[in-house]
């Protein structure tokens, strides 16, 4: 009886030093989702409240598809830190396809409801092969990195300069 | 179970040591079974027991070693000198436990499931906190400190646990969060630990919705006693080069010291102690103070009153989150588990908390004991980085009669009342963010019956909790309970439904802060949780060396308190934001099998496999709950040699599933948890030193987002006993 017992114990023993030997743990990533450097250009208006970097899988060409991006409204956590002239950055976004990946300031005072007024394009990344379009990103799994591009506070856009038609 | 003869009957004394077969001292538990006089024996396993005088039964006993039962011959003034030695034993049936139905019983007469863990345990792991001892329990899981018992709590940042904390039967929730300070009470003091599994409102009210910790703190030996325990260990630096984050090893060192003196009828014992640990991450240093004492006073047989009281002082730096891409130079890494959000830096809380506690105790009659008790329970913390604070002051009241008709355990009557009174001074829980004041007040009385039929013992009871807060906003909680346990060759069976509840606390109520970037808002509107827990299990030897205990369990539970998106409208402008506030917002299921299989082939070793399968469901969005993980598998062992003693732990925690705030850690890398546990230790006479490396592989894993579960520690525990 103890014999078998023991013949138990030492199989226990294997499966534990089987499951030990795999060791998955966390481990260092270079890019999870979207990630690559933006470089800015001039100054944060004084205004500023704080400019994050989304992503749309489909080309926002109306109001009714202005809060489509990625990561969702909740997950603006992570304003970029202002001030540098270049910053790494990470959006945690899933696999798929992203027709326009940007970067957005936020002014004081924004709310839901005054998005159209307080929201505006300040740099997008785009395609390498026509730098007047923006470029699409395919993310895969772990992610996708170098989408890098550039903020220009000076060159700013309302959300209605991409609808169709585009406002005034 | 039979209760003390009446006083004024002659003594005589008993006298000893208890050892192992291994002749290591044993703090064996003796009790004069016809005459109710109990004892302790110290860490060098000497005891002194008072008996009445003529033939006295003696029971010796001690978890994991097989009881032994003794009768003695005493005339009245003598004293006689007996040693005991205690086998080990995966079968021992008579463990005592005084939690699950308020008095003194044996573990198999308990209806829900009870987990031990013992000051063997304890020791052997040489913990520094009393959570680190009873995370590896059968079926509990800590998650960054919030104590889980089958799944019961999930994570909510420290507010409002579903598992009710006592410290010798005494509440020590916190007031004001209703979370618990795991540091409360040094470990030196603790005995050993009983976790009752499953809604235990019936007895204790808020908070025991999914369990019941209760520390039990040793006994004061009598004559002259003292132990010095001193610690001293490393953290290991990170695996990869990338994460590198200091040019040094962390450190830890702590010491504590007992001293304690008891005669017959008086006795008291005092600990003091402190501790530094630099962390394993970036901001993470911190530094404690701690004492406790205990008098006890025992005017004549059958009557004891006690006094206790712990104060510890902790401050230390806080590491909210990790750092991620855009939130401090990652240099090029997504992430830097061992560094900090820059938007956490400076982050620091100084905490100082403390309880005293008066209780009277009385056997009045062979049939009849009745306790009373008071106690005052002060949380007082300072947070810079966000700055707030908040004092609660808990006063709290319990008499709770036992009457064993007839002398025996065939018919038990547990009733009681108990009240409460709560104020919190707070800025983040005060007024809308501005400092202000709460009270709360709770008054509950309750009952238990327990019948035996034949060889079923049945158990029925209820609680009716009424809380008021604010003087304005009242509740009345019911909670009842039935259950039975029935012995049989397949070992003894147990079953058992019932309700349990939390009421919101006045953190969750009033709480007004900010929290990843929204404004939260308070709730004075919130309603108790509730759940309704089931539970079939059984336990028995199923051989001459191995023992099993296994339960099916199953909870519903409602309105279940979790914070919530909702968007506030202007009334003025009309415009609308986004906040977060607490609401009852989720139905949930909780169910699965808790099993647990414990062996002792040969004296000098011991080995326990426990296993929880949980399935739990969010009812309300149809999704799994947040926070709990299928699987939990843990393996333990220990070996004996002479004055060696080597042992580890290993525990499997699958992946977590699903988080809360999804849409913004969603992405986070998540892992299944393997971590493996070493220990080795040398005892002779009063001197023993153990070596402790906890997550001996440095396995890199994390429970709740961006928060890194402790790295290998390597720490050396030297203790000295007089």
Not at chain 2, 141 to 149: A, D, E, K, R, S
Not at chain 2, 480 to 497: H, Q
Request: net charge negative.
């Amino acid at each position: 009886m103890i014999a078998a017992m023991r013949s138990r114990v030492a199989r226990a023993a294997l499966a534990v030093v089987a499951a030990l030997a795999c060791n998955d743990g966390l481990r260092p990533t270079t890019c999870s989702g979207i990630c690559g450097t933006v470089t800015f250009n001039g100054t944060a208006p004084e205004s500023t409240q704080a400019v994050f970097v989304v992503a749309y899988h489909t080309f926002p060409h109306s109001r009714d598809s202005l809060f489509n991006f990625q990561p969702p409204l909740g997950a603006l956590l992570r304003p970029l830190p202002l001030g540098g002239g270049a910053m790494f950055y990470d959006i945690p976004v899933e696999a798929g396809r992203y027709e326009w990946v940007l970067a957005v300031w936020v002014k004081q005072g924004f709310n839901l409801s005054n998005a159209d007024s307080t929201l505006r394009e300040a740099g997008y990344y785009r395609d390498p092969a026509d730098t007047s379009q923006p470029g699409v990103v395919t993310v895969s799994t772990p992610g996708t990195a170098a989408v890098d591009f550039v903020v220009d506070f000076a060159h700013m856009h309302p959300p209605c300069h991409y609808y169709s038609p585009p406002c005034p | 179970m039979p209760l003390a003869a009446a006083s004024g009957q002659g003594t005589s004394l008993l006298f000893g040591v208890v050892r192992d077969t291994l002749g290591q001292p044993v703090r064996a538990n003796l009790r004069d079974v016809s005459g109710g006089h109990e004892t302790t024996a110290d860490g060098t396993g000497r005891y002194r027991l008072t008996v009445i005088a003529g033939t006295a039964v003696v029971r010796v006993g001690y978890v994991g070693l097989r009881s032994i039962v003794d009768t003695v011959v005493l005339a009245a003034g003598d004293s006689l000198e007996r040693d005991y030695r205690l086998e080990a034993a995966a079968v021992e049936l008579q463990a005592t436990i005084v939690t699950a139905a308020k008095h003194s019983q044996l573990l198999d007469q308990s209806v829900t499931s009870v987990a031990l863990v013992s000051d063997t345990d304890l020791a052997r792991r040489a913990v520094s906190t009393v959570d680190e001892a009873v995370n590896k329990a059968p079926g509990v899981l800590f998650l960054n400190g919030q104590v889980n018992i089958r799944g019961s709590s999930g994570f909510v940042e420290g507010l409002g646990s579903r598992v009710l904390l006592l410290v010798d039967g005494v509440p020590a929730n916190q007031g004001d969060r209703g979370g618990i300070d795991w540091d409360m009470v040094p470990v030196a003091d603790v005995d050993h630990v009983e976790v009752v599994k499953g809604a235990g409102s019936a007895l204790y009210g808020s908070a025991a919705l999914g369990g019941v910790v209760n520390l039990i703190t040793h006994d004061i030996p009598l004559g002259l006693h003292g132990q010095f325990r001193a610690t001293g260990g490393t953290y290991a630096n990170p695996p990869y080069d990338a994460w590198q984050f200091r040019d040094y090893t962390g450190g830890l060192a702590g010491v504590d010291a007992t001293g304690s003196y008891g005669t017959e009828t008086l006795r008291g014992s005092l600990t003091l102690g402190g501790r530094h640990s630099d962390g394993y991450r970036e901001q993470d240093r911190s530094n404690q103070w701690e004492t406790s004492g205990r008098a006890e006073w025992v005017p004549e047989s059958g009557t004891r009153v006690t006094a206790s009281g712990a104060w510890t002082s902790h401050q230390y730096q806080n590491f909210p989150t990790w750092c991620v891409a855009g939130a401090c130079d990652t240099r090029g890494q997504a992430y830097q588990p061992f560094m900090i959000d820059n938007s956490g830096r400076g982050s620091y809380t100084r905490s100082n908390k403390g309880y005293v506690a008066a209780t009277l105790d009385r056997t009045s009659s062979p049939s009849f004991a009745w306790q009373v008790r008071g106690s005052w329970l002060r949380t007082h913390f300072t947070d810079a980085n966000p700055d707030d604070w908040s004092v609660a002051n808990r006063l709290g009241a319990e008499a709770r009669g036992v009457l064993h008709l007839g002398g025996g355990d065939d018919r038990v009557f547990t009733v009681g009342i108990e009240g409460a009174h709560t104020g919190t001074t707070s800025d983040i829980f005060g007024d809308s963010g501005r400092v202000g004041d709460h009270t709360e007040i709770e008054f509950a009385p309750y009952g238990e019956a327990e019948q035996r039929i034949g060889r079923l013992m049945l158990t029925a009871g209820a609680r009716l909790d009424h809380v008021i807060v604010d003087d304005s906003i009242a509740t009345t909680v019911a909670s009842p309970r039935i259950g039975a346990v029935m012995p049989s060759a397949l070992g003894t069976w147990r079953a058992s439904a019932g309700r349990g509840f939390r009421a919101p606390t006045l953190a969750e109520r009033y709480v007004t802060t900010t929290a990843f970037g929204f404004k939260v808002v308070p709730n004075p509107d919130l309603r108790p949780e509730t759940a309704w827990s089931f539970e079939v299990g059984n336990s028995g030897a199923f051989a001459s060396w191995g023992r099993v205990d296994a339960a099916l369990f199953w909870t519903e539970a409602r309105q279940l308190i979790e914070p919530a998106f909702i968007v506030f409208v202007d009334p003025v402008t009309h415009d609308s934001t986004p906040e977060i506030q607490i609401q009852n917002v989720s139905r949930a299921r909780l169910r699965g099998l808790d099993a647990s299989v414990a062996i002792t082939p040969v004296p000098a070793l011991t080995a326990t496999l426990a296993y929880l399968y949980l399935d739990s469901r969010d009812l309300t969005r149809d999704t799994v709950l947040s926070f709990r993980p299928r699987h939990l598998f843990t393996v333990s062992s220990d070996y004996r040699w002479r004055s060696w003693s080597v042992g580890a732990d290993f525990r499997y925690t699958s992946r977590i599933e699903r988080i809360e705030l999804d849409q913004i850690f969603g992405q986070d890398p998540r892992v299944p948890a393997r971590v493996l546990d070493l220990r080795a230790g040398w005892e002779r006479g009063p001197v023993s030193a153990r070596l402790l490396v906890t997550n001996a592989l440095n396995y890199m894993y994390n429970f709740v987002p961006r928060t890194l579960e402790p790295v290998r520690t390597m720490s050396v525990v030297a203790t000295w006993t007089y």
